[in-house]
T-cell receptor, first 115, second 113 residues
């Protein structure tokens, strides 16, 4: 089975702190994604990556950056956390391109609270 | 604008009863539609995928339908169980460019004993 793990299930940070969310997948998937999920808004794509050291902006990249130094690991970085970044963060991975209809496998999520 | 709308927002049914969740979309051109189940505090898990040429697909007690002409899909749950309590998310993929996924906001289902 595909396994996508995220470094923390719950995280509490203070405004202005630098926050790292880590995601690791064990199925050698090329594609990795970071979403945030908020009530009434559904999942929104922050960043995605098709390959090592490659990144593309999603719909809401402002205030976030990402890093993919190894194929299995995709990190989301909040350079200076703000209260409006309080949310559930979901990482996903998939084979090939989303465009080929391949299923995205999601991690358990990290619930981040910024005080 | 590409959108996916789901109804109802929330639903409570008694254990053993059937229910149907709806998904309407405006994504065009269309490539496929997935239904995901998301348990509380967990990531979404795919239940089924529907392509343009398919109009019905089953996965155990879950049956998805697709009408590509009216751009509607439904997810029917038969003989509901307590473990069906979850959010169900409809996700549509377009077939141009990056083919970004468009997510619905989900239907929260509670199965009551």
């Amino acid at each position: 089975d595909v396994k996508v793990t995220q470094s923390s299930r719950y995280l509490v940070k203070r405004t202005g702190e630098k926050v790292f969310l880590e995601c690791v997948q064990d199925m050698d998937h090329e594609n990795m994604f970071w979403y945030r999920q908020d009530p009434g808004l559904g999942l929104r794509l922050i960043y995605f990556s098709y390959d090592v050291k490659m990144k593309e902006k999603g719909d809401i990249p402002e205030g976030y950056s990402v890093s993919r130094e190894k194929k299995e690991r995709f990190s989301l970085i909040l350079e200076s956390a703000s209260t409006n970044q309080t949310s559930m963060y979901l990482c996903a991975s998939s084979l090939f391109s989303v465009g080929r209809g391949n299923e995205q496998f999601f991690g358990p999520g990290t619930r981040l609270t910024v005080l | 604008k590409n959108q996916v709308e789901q109804s109802p927002q929330s639903l409570i049914i008694l254990e053993g009863k059937n229910c149907t969740l709806q998904c309407n979309y405006t994504v065009s051109p269309f490539s496929n539609l997935r239904w995901y189940k998301q348990d509380t505090g967990r990531g979404p898990v795919s239940l089924t995928i529907m392509t343009f040429s398919e109009n019905t697909k089953s996965n155990g007690r879950y049956t998805a339908t697709l009408d590509a002409d009216t751009k509607q899909s439904s997810l029917h749950i038969t003989a509901s169980q307590l473990s069906d309590s979850a959010s169900y998310i409809c996700v549509v993929r377009g077939s141009t460019g990056f083919q970004k996924l468009v997510f619905g906001t989900g239907t929260r289902l509670l199965v009551s004993p």
